[in-house]
Structure formats: structure tokens, C-alpha cells
């Protein structure tokens, strides 16, 4: 009796293909995992400055959080298109794409963050003689943690997601793998590809829910006594 072949029989579910082509599959996915995080982290560095920015009041918040909102409005082809003439055919063209994408998400989270931090903490800081910047650093950012680390969040997941359309240029991680296979339709790829994407995204985001429980134990730190007095 002849051995069923599911590559030959173009199966959605074949382990032979994982064996098989597990070197390009863990290129892939660490070319998808380090877009991301690059990504992402420079889209905080961006987002912190410009929350700050729209945080001085409505002439700079109007633009700063109108101009993030219609950036993420703007369809990944186009962006990617748009920006083709400054970084060609790069890595660095998926990059700048999925920063300004991230900005509308993290600005956003960002300025809620410091916009929630008590003013009569403010007060006090600045009764111990903190000046601006060491109210910020030292006192309203952190208080602000909760927020930025819930954007965070959602911007790596949603990065996860939007780096395998950098496939257009030959730098979208796993997206390298699904759009051929899709236009072939090898279907143990694209759903071996489609299932580490997702993964990728479920493991950031309990990594970085992690982080953020380790960074603000204090938004747990009444959950207890509260369930049992309830």
C-alpha cells in the first residue's frame, strides 16, 4: 500500500512541510519578529514627544491627533507606494510604514495616560521642588504606565499583523511566505505561515501583559481586598 504524500496531495495540515522547510519557516518568523519590535519601538519614541506636544492644548492637539488619525486611514498599499520615492525597496520602507501606523494607537494612549494622573499629584511633586522634566520622568510617566503599556499592546498586535504586507517589497516576515503561496495555492504554507502569525501575536501580547503587570503592581494591588469585601 503506497504512503499518502501530503505535499503531493496539497493538504491544508502537513507536518512533512514543517520538517521540511523549518529553516525558511524560523528565517521568516524572525525577520517578522524583529520588524515588529523594531517598529514599535521606535513608534514610542515618536508617540511620547508628539503626546507631550498635544498635551500643551488645543492648537497642538487638533493637528497632532487629526494628522495620526489619517495616517492609520490610509490603505498599506498606498502608504508603502507613497513612501517607495524616499527608502526604494528596504526594509526601511515597511519600517516607516508601521511606525505611522502605530502613532494613532500609541499618541492616543499615551496622552489618556498623563491626562489621568491626578493634579493634586502634580501639586505635591512640585511642592518637593520637582521641576518639569523630573515630574515627568519621575512622576507622571509612570502613573501613565498603565495606558502606554495597554497601547503598546495594541500596536504590537496590530504590527503583527500589518508586517506581512511588507511582502510587496520582499520584507514582510511571514508575509514573504503566505502571499506566493496564496497565488499558488500551497495550502500547508499558508496555513502553517498564517498560524505562526498568529501565534506571534499571542505571545506578544502575553509578554507584554506580563510586563505589564510586573511594571504597575499597583493596579492590582486593591483587587483582593475589594473581591472580599464584595
Not at 505535499?7 to 524583529?34: F, G, K, M, Q
Not at 487638533?62 to 528596504?90: D, E, H, I, N, R
Not at 498564517?194 to 492590582?220: F, H, I, K, M
Request: aromatic share 6%.
Amino acid at each position: 500500500m503506497a504512503v499518502r504524500n501530503c505535499l503531493v496531495a496539497n493538504d491544508w495540515i502537513c507536518w512533512d512541510y514543517v520538517s521540511s522547510r523549518a529553516p525558511e519557516l524560523a528565517d521568516a518568523t524572525l525577520e517578522h519578529v524583529w520588524i515588529t519590535a523594531l517598529s514599535v519601538a521606535i513608534g514610542i519614541t515618536v508617540a511620547v514627544p508628539l503626546a507631550l506636544l498635544a498635551r500643551r492644548g488645543r492648537r497642538w492637539a487638533a493637528p497632532v491627533l487629526g494628522l495620526t488619525t489619517v495616517l492609520y486611514t490610509v490603505p498599506s498599499l498606498a502608504m508603502f507606494s507613497l513612501l517607495l520615492p524616499f527608502f526604494g525597496l528596504s526594509a526601511a520602507l515597511v519600517v516607516t510604514g508601521l511606525v505611522l501606523y502605530s502613532l494613532t494607537i500609541l499618541v492616543r494612549n499615551v496622552l489618556a495616560g498623563l491626562e489621568a494622573v491626578p493634579e493634586e499629584v502634580r501639586e505635591a511633586a512640585r511642592g518637593m521642588g520637582y521641576g518639569p522634566a523630573r515630574l515627568l520622568w519621575q512622576v507622571e510617566l509612570p502613573l501613565a504606565l498603565p495606558a502606554l503599556l495597554a497601547g503598546v499592546r495594541i500596536a504590537t498586535v496590530s504590527t503583527v499583523a500589518l508586517t506581512t504586507v511588507g511582502s510587496i517589497v520582499g520584507k514582510g516576515g511571514l508575509g514573504n511566505l503566505i502571499a506566493p503561496a496564496v497565488n499558488s495555492s500551497f495550502k500547508a504554507q499558508v496555513l502553517t505561515a498564517s498560524v505562526l502569525c498568529v501565534l506571534l501575536a499571542l505571545a506578544a501580547d502575553l509578554l507584554l501583559l506580563g510586563l505589564q503587570r510586573l511594571l504597575t503592581p499597583w493596579t492590582r494591588a486593591g483587587r483582593p481586598a475589594r473581591a472580599k469585601g464584595a
